[in-house]
């Protein structure tokens, strides 16, 4: 599946921004999706995401409270990720991914992850 995640921009400390993900393929109940992001110099990390079955969905401590994955059902082809109350560290490049995983299980490992899309820039100042 292709992916192309979107959104990204500049915005101050305390703002916010909706990233979206484009897939050219049917998400739900093939996909279990995950947004990830890379800041300069740092390994890429899990931000949040969902399992297959859309059932489970997990968030990283750091972002918990902030950021959001907006859904009333399983998504077609677009995911977003709804990040509020911004800050300085948020600031990285962002990427959606999909992965074949278990049904119920969120993927927070990057490796796991079969497709990725190009990235967005998401640049909070103070």
């Known amino acids: 599946v292709q992916l192309q995640a979107s959104g990204g921009g500049l915005v101050q400390a305390g703002g916010s921004l909706r990233l979206s993900c484009g897939s050219s393929?049917?998400?739900?109940?093939?996909?279990?999706m995950g947004w990830f992001r890379q800041a300069p110099g740092k390994e890429r990390e899990f931000v949040a995401g969902?399992?297959?079955?859309?059932?489970?969905?997990?968030y990283a401590d750091s972002v918990k409270g902030r950021f959001t994955i907006p859904r009333d059902k399983i998504p077609e082809k677009m995911v977003h990720l709804q990040m509020n109350s911004l800050k300085p560290e948020d600031t990285a490049v962002y990427y959606c991914g999909a992965a074949f995983g278990r049904w119920d299980s969120v993927i927070i490992d990057a490796p796991a992850y079969d497709s990725w899309g190009r990235g967005t820039l998401v640049t909070v100042s103070s």
């Open positions: 393929g049917r998400i739900a109940g093939n996909y279990a």
């Open positions: 969902f399992s297959r079955s859309g059932r489970n969905i997990k």
